[in-house]
């Protein structure tokens, strides 16, 4: 996969492409808080296979965290690494901003991905877009 920070308007309509297909087709996230009022402020990514997009995420730096959010990959692409291969590249951006520290709130069924990538979790159980979700954060 070909990862790379969108650039343009139609990287970033992609992007969101495949944020709607995941979240709101497949989980049944509402699409009014699917893109909400952090868009413009974030770093967004998008992963290709040959030209077609098949993942994407959003970085956003709060307080003293690089903040992972919105990380999804297509449900036919997914086993392959691409989620640990976008998780790499949002975290180099958050080093070479001069952050030592990742944020995210994760679903409760990906806690254990985000373990074997250095995560802990710092939450108990809540519910986002009523999905049991936990936070985690990790050292840079």
């Known amino acids: 996969m070909i990862?790379?920070?969108?650039?343009s308007d139609n990287e970033l309509q992609q992007a969101y492409k495949v944020r709607m297909e995941v979240f709101v087709n497949e989980q049944k996230v509402p699409e009014e808080i699917e893109i909400d009022e952090h868009e413009d402020?974030?770093?967004?990514?998008?992963?290709?296979?040959?030209?077609?997009?098949?993942?994407?995420?959003?970085?956003?730096?709060?307080?003293?965290?690089?903040?992972?959010?919105r990380i999804c990959i297509l449900k036919d692409y997914r086993g392959k690494s691409h989620g640990m291969e976008i998780i790499?590249?949002?975290?180099?951006?958050?080093?070479?901003?001069?952050y030592k520290q990742a944020k995210l709130n994760a679903q409760?069924?990906?806690?254990?991905?985000?373990?074997?990538?250095?995560?802990?979790?710092?939450?108990?159980?809540?519910?986002?877009?009523?999905?049991?979700?936990v936070t985690m954060i990790k050292q840079l």
């Open 88 to 98: 790499n590249a949002m975290e180099s951006v958050i080093i070479d901003k001069g």
């Open 41 to 69: 402020a974030a770093t967004h990514f998008i992963g290709y296979e040959g030209a077609k997009p098949i993942a994407a995420s959003r970085l956003r730096f709060v307080e003293e965290y690089g903040k992972l959010e």
């Open 3 to 7: 990862i790379k920070i969108v650039e």
């Open 108 to 133: 409760t069924q990906a806690e254990g991905f985000y373990q074997k990538l250095g995560y802990d979790t710092v939450s108990g159980d809540f519910l986002d877009a009523g999905i049991p979700h």
